[in-house]
């Protein structure tokens, strides 16, 4: 069973719309981190939410983490195609590993 | 920042033989790092935990025979593919955590492994 849910798996938009991602759990975390991965490299940081309720903005991108921190959504506004990648959400649960979440891949077509 | 990096970025060999990949955090020193291994369109997921010093923790289905991990210092861990087979080709990532906690892990750039 996947503990991380994320949805969509996949999408596709326009240059300039918006989006959501949203990562899903029924397990509570201590602490939810989002990366962005590029084909062919390595996952990247954006940002990690640790309170609930919690909102994060990295300029275009918000990241909000759900007050019983079982839940994590990722907004961006006028998307761009520099901001294609896939999404990936990550648990943090004591001293236990990062648990991943499946992904988003996102594609903004110009 | 904490750099991790990754030795070689590609490979490809013949069925049947080992490929060791390094990991390397250049400016940080890592009591812990992790392997993941990610599938085309797919996730990372988790190989195995590597203790600086100790033994590594493998997770559930992984065979510790197969990938064998070496973590000698605080700056690198590697992962050995013995006798690999096409079904280990894969896009394999190591990851080092600043505090040897399992928060805050910074990623290497991956290692591109090709089986023939």
């Not at chain 2, 493998?58 to 991990?69: A, P, S, T």
């Not at chain 2, 690198?76 to 892990?105: K, M, N, R, W």
Request: charged share 15%; with cysteine; aromatic share 8%.
């Amino acid at each position: 069973t996947q503990l991380l849910e994320q949805s969509p798996q996949f999408l596709s938009i326009q240059e300039g719309e918006n989006l959501t991602v949203y990562c899903n759990s029924s397990s509570v975390f201590s602490s939810l981190q989002w990366y962005r991965q590029e084909p062919g490299e390595g996952p990247v940081l954006l940002v990690t939410v640790v309170t609930g309720g919690e909102v994060k903005k990295l300029k275009r991108l918000t990241f909000q983490f759900g007050d019983a921190r079982k839940d994590s959504s990722l907004h961006i506004t006028a998307a761009q195609p520099g901001d294609t990648g896939l999404y990936l959400c990550a648990g943090v649960r004591g001293n236990t590993p990062l648990v991943f979440g499946k992904g988003t891949r996102l594609s903004v077509i110009a | 920042g904490a750099v991790v990096s990754q030795h070689p970025s590609r490979v490809i060999c013949k069925s049947g033989t080992s490929v060791k990949i390094e990991c390397r955090s250049l400016d940080f020193q890592a009591t812990t790092m992790f392997w993941y291994r990610q599938f085309p369109k797919q996730s990372l997921m988790l190989m195995a935990t590597s203790n600086e010093g100790s033994k590594a923790t493998y997770e559930q289905g992984v065979e510790k025979d197969k990938f064998l991990i070496n973590h000698a210092s605080l700056t690198l861990s590697t992962l050995t593919v013995t006798s690999a087979h096409p079904e280990d080709s894969s896009f394999y990532i190591c990851s080092a955590g600043l505090s040897g906690g399992t928060d805050t892990q910074y990623f290497g750039p991956g290692t591109r492994l090709t089986v023939l």
